[in-house]
Nanobody, 113 residues
Framework: QVRLVESGGGLVQAGGSLRLSCAAF????????MGWYRRAPGQARVFVAK?????NTLYLTAVKGRFTLTRDKNTIELQMNNLKEEDTAEYYC?????????WGQGTQVTVSS
């Protein structure tokens, strides 16, 4: 079992920045990829950024150049710059193991105009 603990959400004005953090605890030796997803109100949860554990980082096109994911073993951070109102969502950390995927509890990011 893997437990994910997220932090760093909040309220920010458009153009501002926030940093999200996610730390994995438990049987972390199984973890390959780690990443961030988000769910905007009334919408499905979608991919934002991911470190698949292969030496590269993947991003949703809409956040490329504004968001940066960094990973240190079983901790990931998402630096979000130049935030836009459309980035408002609940953000979820995900850890991928061969036998299962694990999700954090979510952290709210609200961007105001």
């Amino acid at each position: 079992q893997v437990r994910l603990v997220e932090s760093g959400g909040g309220l920010v004005q458009a153009g501002g920045s926030l940093r999200l953090s996610c730390a994995a605890f438990g049987d972390t030796s199984c973890i390959a990829g780690m990443g961030w997803y988000r769910r905007a109100p009334g919408q499905a949860r979608v991919f934002v950024a991911k470190d698949p554990g292969l030496g590269n980082t993947l991003y949703l096109t809409a956040v490329k150049g504004r968001f940066t994911l960094t990973r240190d073993k079983n901790t990931i951070e998402l630096q979000m710059n130049n935030l836009k109102e459309e980035d408002t969502a609940e953000y979820y950390c995900k850890a991928e193991c061969e036998e299962a995927d694990y999700w954090g509890q979510g952290t709210q990011v609200t961007v105001s105009s």
